[in-house]
């Protein structure tokens, strides 16, 4: 008789997770229950976000209010600048700073 060393490979649906064993089943579940938990974590930012473009609006000048949106809307005040088509940095930053004080009057 010839027997192999060799354990052929075998699935398990059960893991071991900090001492606490989960099927792949309570793994879904979890997985499920964090992007229901992170869909709600991000429609309340999203609704933080317009809260603050409504005081943006209401608090400072048109041009102000503008470079104020645009430049929360995008990753970097450089591809604000390229959205507003603003081409001198120090317009930009003067328009920027104007409306940054604006905002902290009401603060």
């Not at 075998?10 to 869909?39: C, F, H, L, P």
């Not at 809307?73 to 003067?94: P, T, V």
Request: glycine share 4%; charged share 30%.
């Amino acid at each position: 008789m010839n027997r192999s060393l060799i354990k052929s490979p075998q699935w398990n649906d059960m893991s071991v997770s900090g001492g606490v064993r989960k099927t792949q089943e309570d793994k879904n579940i979890d997985a499920i229950v964090k992007t229901d938990y992170y869909s709600k974590q991000i429609e309340e930012l999203k609704r933080k976000k317009e809260n603050m473009i409504n005081i943006i609006i209401q608090n400072t000048g048109l041009c102000e209010s503008h470079v104020l949106i645009k430049t929360i809307e995008s990753e970097d005040s450089y591809q604000a600048m390229e959205k507003l088509d603003i081409g001198n940095r120090n317009k930009y930053f003067k328009i920027l700073n104007d409306g940054k004080k604006s905002l902290e009057l009401i603060l």
